[in-house]
């Protein structure tokens, strides 16, 4: 059975850090590609990184609003992929979710993860 299962939101204030984690069972996680959406109130879905099976390659959906506040990484050994996000601003505020799909699949595609609510404010 396939699972993710995200963690560490929270209440932050603006400026502040929190380290998402999804920690996958069920399939061979090194093989899939892994990603961060967010959805926030009254909003659609959307990309905010990726990262490959490997580990070799990142890719940040907004890169003028994300650049060097978060960071996708993950750690084939321990079948997690995590989030660091650091400077946060009330915009971040959403539902973050984890996928997982294979290489070379759409976008969107694979399994999710139940979200863990990321709140930033004073």
């Known amino acids: 059975q396939v699972q993710l299962v995200e963690s560490g939101g929270g209440l932050v204030q603006p400026g502040g850090s929190l380290r998402l984690s999804c920690v996958v069972s069920g399939f061979t996680f090194s093989r899939y590609t892994m990603s961060w959406y967010r959805q926030a109130p009254g909003k659609e879905r959307e990309l905010v990184a990726t990262?490959?099976?490997?580990?070799?390659?990142?890719?940040?959906a907004d890169a003028d609003s994300v650049k060097g506040r978060l960071s996708i990484s993950r750690d084939n050994a321990k079948n997690t992929v995590y989030l660091q996000m650091s400077s946060l601003k009330p915009e971040d505020t959403a539902v973050y979710y984890c996928?997982?799909?294979?290489?070379?699949?759409?976008?969107?595609?694979?399994?999710w993860g139940q979200g863990t609510q990321v709140t930033v404010s004073s």
């Open positions: 990262i490959t099976s490997a580990g070799g390659s990142t890719n940040y």
């Open positions: 996928n997982a799909r294979l290489p070379f699949t759409k976008p969107g595609s694979g399994s």
